[in-house]
């Protein structure tokens, strides 16, 4: 079927290309226009002719001539004939894709179009390209042959043709229309067997071929993934690979490229190469030597037929190689912990493979002995980890530590214990970020310069159970690259200088390959809320979290209206409080974190400040008020009464003009003196000052007329217990004046306490004689209190309270002036009593 | 005397340590490019084993089988039939050398060919398995006249043993029936099993072992 629409095609095609090739005339009853061909070469030149008929109506017996029309952008000539019926032009450089040709039988101006031709420019097929073949080995057998036919000319039909060639025997292919490949059958090749290849284009202007291409279809052939049969184990160190082709490819028995990767599948314990291993095989078997003892290897292949494309590699097999003892030593790192108690050190040692140990086998534990000399040797540790903790007794000087398998033991590693752990430090360590997975770890030399060598350690601190990594590196050395590290998460980095005899102190510094952002915000907390202010705290951020060192934080807050406010905080802090808060608004919160690596924000978290409540009012206004109550009070109080400011301000100045000798108790008037912290008693007070002014004259006289009668008769006593007799005497003589008498200038005397002021010794009370000549204050004001006449007294109070006015009749009265003489301050005080009654 | 001992002690030696020599039909077949034409035609033969069997399960009934005691009791219809047979290939040597040995080898190929063709036409089959198969066969054919050029052995191209039109005369009154068209296809793939057997097993004893691998 293909065959037969193949031959179809290319009649098809042989008669296209037959006919555009013929001569090419397009008659009408007029005339007739002749041109070579159809399809012409691009630039070519064209010569096309026009043959009038000798009947054509439109010629007979008038003159005419024949034009060309339409054809402005055609550069074209005519062509003189000897025949006057042929009218021929010249197209001097044929370009257009395609140009339609007519031929015009003009009377003067009048043309009328009698015949015409379309002729179309092309191009012979170009240089076919990139002839390639693909065997596939799928029955049944095709060989797929695909080509870049260039810049295809599309104005023209082109046909391709693939050729095949075996042993003179040739084969030919077309493919359909626009299809630029071709499934070659199983006939048409060969296997194991050179074929030649061509692609050949063909068109109505010419043909072009790509080049001649001599291979073996099984050359080109992308193989089934091979079959790894069985690993197995002969010899120590090799691993025999029995492997053949798939299924339906195992007929092929000749000799492949074949490729074998083999991996360790316990990296941990010793190298982690991978083993390659390119080799020229039958299907069958291959040993793969120079392998690890004891090492669980993982093994895929793959293969293919000289330069053909690799298959896909094989599923894996797992084998293992034949276990031997461990050999060659481990590198140790020692550390005391804190002092000795008991005899005893607290130790930890770690241990690591050196370049030329070998475990031998997957699975190895480690032995940790105490040497004591000579020879006692005591097990302290057995793991299949690579550190040990344990407790050194103080005369222990050497550890072995052995690697046992299986196989046997290896020879123990000695590690020397030091037992000084307080010597001088690095001067400092300084780590720099070098790429995602490594730091530049740089150190200066102690002090003390007899340093042996150096211990760098390392740790994650974001495993839960952090595993130390350590360097020994040489005392000249100051600067190391720590590789193997996770970008993002932090390490402690330690510098430990060895000394002859001890090990320093560590210098540690906290260190990141990379720094980010940190993967999220802590969750802001509230704290105290008030109208005015708010309270936030945050916990710390999780350290698988940070992804860097949090350098600081940042609290972005708005409220309602959108006005944005921005609080910084160190990255230490975890607490803030948000002031100048407006009472009863909402406010926005969010918390950004940051690092050197970039900065993250948290989530928005909203908070509205309360209104001033009722406590505050209490607490704010109320005192306000009683304070500025009690200052008015005060005020007012003071400014009223001057008499009170002056008790404020200054010592009471007794006034003798209102005085009368008079004792009473403290308790009874109090309100009436300053009032002394050391006056708390009611004791007795002596005051030369005595003030009526408060007792109206009807309290004064109120009271029983025993009183009155009393006080008449002038007996009124007087505790002379601290008063001498003369004092008694003048009281008692104050009591008989006659309050109508005024003088008009009369001596004072000055009035001493009894007792002392304040803290003053006490004094016996007199009254001394003034040698004043000043008037008495007293006199000139009308309402001068009355006189007393009689004190009270603690012993009789019934007996004290009467005092009177005496109504005295004038007849007595010329005897009291007398004896008023001798008395001129009594005298005086009588005098002003009296006015007082008037 | 006793340098003629040592001297005969160290040629001793030198014989055990040294590699057998090579026998003279293998001699030729060192060349690397003729032992590559062995290995390629060793893997087609064994493609035309495998195309055998598979193209016998889907072509012939289930009652026929490869099974050598089976074909033992055909042996009537095979003396009726009178397929042409295959040249016997003998184990290289002196007598039979590398020349006849190929030459005999192409010219069964060649039979089986027609054979082929013509048993296919006459019962029809899984034309494309039978396709493969001839192609398998032609390529194989290729390798031996490869091999023929690589040591010019090929001074003329051996004579065909039977043409299709021949055979063709011969066989179809023959087959009268499905079941003799089956029995002649049955027969005609257990003749070529038999002969690619044998072709196999010399193609083995030409392949001289190479280094060139582990």
Redesign the interface.
Same mark, same amino acid.
């Given at each position: 079927m293909a065959l037969c629409w193949i031959s179809i095609h290319s009649v098809v095609v042989v008669w296209s290309i037959m006919c555009s090739f013929t001569a090419n005339v397009r008659s009408s009853p007029c005339a007739e226009v002749h041109a070579p061909s159809t399809v012409v070469l691009a630039g070519s030149p064209v010569t096309v002719s026009c043959y009038i008929k000798e009947d054509c109506s439109l010629t007979k017996g008038q003159d005419f001539h024949v034009e060309w029309p339409y054809q402005a952008n055609l550069n074209y000539s005519d062509v003189a004939n000897q025949n006057k019926s042929i009218y021929e032009i010249i197209i001097h450089k044929f370009t257009d894709r395609t140009a339609v040709l007519h031929c015009a039988i003009c009377k003067h101006e009048d043309c009328s179009v009698v015949a015409g031709v379309e002729i179309k420019a092309a191009n012979p097929p170009p240089a076919l390209q990139n002839l390639t073949c693909l065997l596939n080995l799928t $029955?049944?057998?095709s060989l797929l042959c695909t080509w870049n036919p260039g810049e295809e000319t599309s104005s023209i039909p082109t046909t391709y043709t693939l050729h095949t060639e075996?042993?003179n025997q040739a084969f030919k292919y077309v493919p359909p229309p626009g299809k630029h490949f071709y499934r070659v059958p199983?006939?048409g090749f060969?296997?194991?067997?050179e074929v030649q290849v061509h692609v050949e284009a063909v068109n109505a202007l010419g043909r072009s071929t790509s080049e001649h291409w001599v291979m073996d279809p099984m050359e080109t052939v992308k193989l089934d993934t091979p079959e790894i049969q069985k690993v197995g184990t002969e010899k120590y160190g090799c691993l025999r690979h029995k492997w053949s082709l798939s299924e339906r490819q195992?007929?092929? $028995?000749?000799?492949m490229c074949i490729e074998i990767r083999l991996t360790p599948m316990h990296g941990k314990v010793s190298d982690r190469q991978q083993v390659s291993l390119r080799?020229?095989?039958?299907p069958g078997?291959?040993?793969v030597c120079d392998l690890l003892h004891g090492m669980m290897y993982q093994s895929e292949m793959r293969v293919r037929y000289r330069s053909s494309p690799w298959s896909e590699w094989s599923h894996p097999t797992v084998a293992t190689t034949l276990i031997k003892a461990p050999t060659g030593r481990l590198v140790t790192w020692l550390k005391l912990l804190g002092q000795s108690a008991n005899r005893r050190h607290r130790a930890e040692l770690f241990w690591k493979p050196s370049l030329q140990f070998r475990a031998n086998s997957m699975n190895v534990s480690y032995i940790v002995s105490l040497v004591r000399p000579p020879s006692q040797r005591k097990t302290v540790c057995n793991t299949f980890q690579q550190h040990c903790s344990f407790q050194i007794p103080v005369d222990v000087r050497k550890i072995h530590l052995t690697a046992v398998n299986t196989a046997g033991k290896s020879s123990p590693t000695e590690v020397a214990v030091y037992k000084h752990t307080e010597q001088d430090p690095v001067a400092y360590l300084r780590v720099y970020p070098e790429s995602e997975e490594s730091v530049l770890t740089e150190w200066s030399s102690p002090v003390s310069s007899a340093v042996s060598t150096y211990v760098l350690e390392w740790k994650a601190l974001h495993e839960e159970i952090p595993q130390i990594s350590f360097e020994i590196v040489d005392k000249n050395q100051s600067s190391l690259v720590v590789a193997g590290l996770e970008p993002y998460q932090p390490y402690n980095i330690s510098i430990y200088p060895k000394y002859k005899d001890g090990i320093g102190q560590p210098y540690t510094v906290m260190a990141y390959t990379r720094q980010k952002a940190p993967s999220k915000s802590p969750e802001p907390q509230f704290g105290e809320i008030r109208s005015s202010y708010v309270e936030l705290y945050w916990d710390e951020i999780p350290l698988q979290n940070r992804n860097g060192i949090i350098t600081s934080y940042r609290v972005f807050y708005w409220d309602d209206e959108n006005r944005v406010r921005v609080t910084d905080l160190e990255g230490t802090e975890k607490r803030v409080v948000l002031k100048d808060l407006r009472p009863s608004s909402m406010y926005s919160i969010i918390l950004m974190t940051s690092t050197t690596g970039g900065s993250i924000n948290g989530t928005t978290v909203t908070v509205k400040t309360p209104s001033i409540d009722a406590f505050e009012i209490v607490l704010v206004v109320i005192p306000a008020c009683v304070g500025l109550t009690l200052l008015f009070l005060g005020v007012f109080t003071c400014f009223s009464n001057n008499k009170c400011l002056k008790k404020c301000l200054w010592p009471m100045i007794p006034d003798p003009a209102n005085s009368s000798i008079k004792k009473w108790t403290i308790t009874s008037s109090l309100q009436d003196i300053p009032s002394f912290k050391e006056v708390k008693d009611p004791v007795l007070v002596y005051l030369s000052h005595f003030s009526l002014l408060s007792l109206s004259e009807k309290e004064l006289w109120k009271g029983n007329p025993s009183t009155s009668e009393y006080l008449h008769s002038c007996k009124w006593s007087y505790d002379g217990k601290s008063v001498n007799d003369d004092h008694s005497d003048s009281s008692r003589d104050s009591g008989i004046y006659n309050s109508g008498s005024q003088t008009e200038s009369v001596p004072y005397a000055t009035v001493v306490f009894a007792n002392s002021y304040r803290s003053q010794p006490a004094a016996p009370p007199a009254y001394l004689r003034s040698e004043s000549t000043q008037p008495l204050l007293g006199e000139e004001e009308p309402s001068s209190p009355r006189p007393y006449e009689k004190m009270l007294t603690q012993a009789e109070p019934s007996e004290a309270d009467h005092f009177s006015t005496f109504q005295e009749d004038l007849g007595s009265k010329q005897e009291r002036v007398s004896l008023w003489e001798d008395f001129p301050m009594l005298k005086s005080l009588e005098v002003k009593g009296s006015s007082h009654q008037a | 005397m006793h340098l003629f001992l040592e001297l005969h002690l160290a040629l001793c030696v030198l014989s055990l340590v040294s590699p057998a020599p090579i026998q003279e039909p293998w001699k030729d077949m060192q060349d690397p490019e003729f032992q590559e034409a062995v290995e390629s035609g060793h893997s087609l033969i064994r493609k035309i084993l495998d195309d055998i069997t598979e193209l016998h399960n889907l072509w012939i009934p289930k009652g026929l089988s490869l099974d050598k005691k089976d074909s033992s009791k055909l042996k009537f219809l095979k003396t009726h039939l009178n397929l042409p047979e295959a040249p016997a290939i003998k184990p290289l040597s002196d007598s039979f050398t590398l020349g006849a040995c190929l030459s005999q080898i192409a010219t069964g190929l060649k039979l089986h060919q027609t054979l082929l063709t013509v048993v296919s036409k006459l019962s029809p089959a899984k034309s494309e398995m039978v396709d493969g198969l001839l192609c398998d066969i032609r390529d194989l054919l290729l390798q031996v006249r490869k091999m023929q050029d690589l040591k010019n052995l090929l001074s003329k191209p051996e004579p065909q043993p039977v043409s299709e039109s021949q055979l063709e005369e011969t066989l179809a009154p023959k087959l009268s029936d499905e079941y003799k068209k089956h029995v002649a296809a049955h027969l005609t793939l257990l003749q070529l099993r038999d002969f690619s057997q044998e072709v196999s097993r010399t193609f083995r004893s030409m392949t001289v072992p190479s280094n060139s691998g582990n």
């Open positions: $029955v049944p057998y075996i042993r199983r006939n060969a296997l194991f067997y195992r007929w092929i $028995v000749k000799y080799n020229h095989s039958k078997t291959i040993d | -």
